[in-house]
């Protein structure tokens, strides 16, 4: 537990960050119900967790890490679910959106959506909750070379995305 | 001389060094095009940033307040309730099953293999199970609508309640194995008891949050509680999709044989 900040403290700057932790798992998990889940899925288990966070590291990322880590689990949880239930269907893709071609206008959020996972979180985390790439690659666990790469592409990929939906507006 | 565009990109996400940044700003006075793919990137960032920002101003759900400030509840209180509510549906069960459920009789101490704590507050308003007057625990809300409503074969993704497949017991009921697709959810068998889905084993899923469990081989750990149970309650063959019609046609009302 840090020594420096009670526990009260930190429920309370918790609090402060929760939006910020819904709108995370927004991009993560692409559902906002899925989104509310995971998040108090996290708070719980980062309470009962304090003593793991050092108080030299940033709040928010650890939050973010730990709300990424219980998308994780539960994902894991449903493909197991559906080993038991359905085992032929197991390889069936659960809502990827390929490139749709017949949307002729597209949103800031849609084109996130057609993102793949890793690129959409890298750009989640830098660009919009405004993290430094040191902390946006400790919560997703990769190098920063790693981050900085999926950051590229992700931004690369909207770019073309936003502007061919402008060029079919326009 | 050409920036690279991970350069410019990092100019734009404030992550250069001294030098490197002085040599952007130095382009950027200089040169039109590093002016253009500059403005680009900070074009997208103003996109995305107001595109998200009305997500923060939206009132946070009470529940996640709640689950801020009671600080957690530890993993004690959980195996008390579960053996709380075991208790009370073995009561229950004593009571009931001797001449309805002869085939469950047995299974009374094991009936609820793991009551999830905090379940009503994972489904918000939508209760999936509730303790009916005689101790038992049923099945409600949208659990209950897909046991009596859907068909094995209609899985749709994103539903709370996912339906595995249905079969006759041989105490002549219906039963039909379910699971639950949200927070610590788990699957399940419920069995047709009256006009009631009574749940008689809900096993937690083995998600226990620990990394680095494996991934897709884990179907056939899933539940083994589950797995004996329909093993040694089906009677014949899990119904096809013309026998579960029929059974819904009917009410899931099976006439015990005699």
Request: neutral net charge; contains cysteine; proline residues 4%.
């Amino acid at each position: 537990m840090s020594t420096t900040e009670s526990t009260e403290n930190i429920q309370a700057r918790i609090i402060e960050l929760l939006p910020r932790l819904r709108r995370f798992a927004r991009n993560l998990t692409r559902n906002p119900h899925d989104a509310d889940d995971v998040v108090q899925i996290a708070i719980e288990r980062a309470l009962t967790r304090l003593d793991q966070w050092h108080r030299d590291a940033r709040l928010d990322s650890w939050l973010f890490r730990i709300v990424r880590n219980a998308w994780i689990d539960e994902l894991r949880s449903r493909a197991r679910r559906d080993a038991l239930f359905a085992p032929e269907e197991a390889g069936e893709a659960v809502g990827i959106a390929a490139m749709d071609r017949e949307v002729d206008r597209l949103s800031v959020e849609a084109a996130m959506a057609r993102l793949p996972e890793e690129q959409r979180l890298a750009v989640s985390l830098v660009l919009v909750e405004g993290l430094p790439y040191k902390e946006a690659a400790l919560v997703l666990d990769v190098p920063i070379g790693t981050l900085t790469s999926r950051l590229a592409r992700g931004r690369e990929a909207l770019q073309a995305m936003l502007q061919w939906a402008e060029g079919v507006t326009s | 001389m050409t920036i690279p565009d991970d350069i410019l990109m990092a100019f734009t996400d404030g992550e250069l060094d001294e030098a490197t940044r002085q040599m952007v700003e130095a382009a950027e006075r200089d040169d039109p095009e590093v002016r253009r793919r500059l403005a680009a990137h900070r074009q997208l960032r103003a996109q995305l940033q107001t595109a998200y920002a009305a997500t923060l101003d939206e009132p946070v759900p009470e529940r996640l307040l709640a689950a801020v400030r009671k600080h957690a509840a530890p993993p004690a209180p959980v195996t008390r309730l579960a053996d709380k509510r075991a208790a009370k549906n073995a009561a229950a069960a004593r009571k009931f099953s001797i001449r309805a459920w002869p085939a469950f009789g047995s299974l009374a101490a094991s009936i609820l293999v793991g009551f999830v704590l905090g379940y009503t507050v994972w489904h918000g308003s939508d209760e999936l199970l509730k303790t009916s007057a005689d101790g038992s625990v049923v099945a409600a809300g949208t659990l209950a609508k897909a046991l009596s409503t859907e068909l094995s074969a209609e899985r749709a993704p994103d539903r709370v309640a996912t339906i595995g497949l249905s079969f006759l017991a041989k105490s002549g009921a219906y039963c039909r194995t379910f699971s639950l697709s949200r927070g610590n959810a788990g699957a399940g068998l419920a069995c047709r008891e009256g006009y009631r889905w009574r749940i008689h084993l809900l096993a937690p899923s083995a998600n226990d949050g620990s990394a680095g469990s494996e991934y897709r081989t884990a179907g056939s750990n899933d539940s083994p509680q589950l797995r004996s149970l329909i093993e040694s309650e089906i009677q014949g063959e899990p119904l096809t999709r013309e026998g579960e019609e029929a059974a819904r046609r009917a009410g899931w009302l099976a006439v015990p044989e005699h």
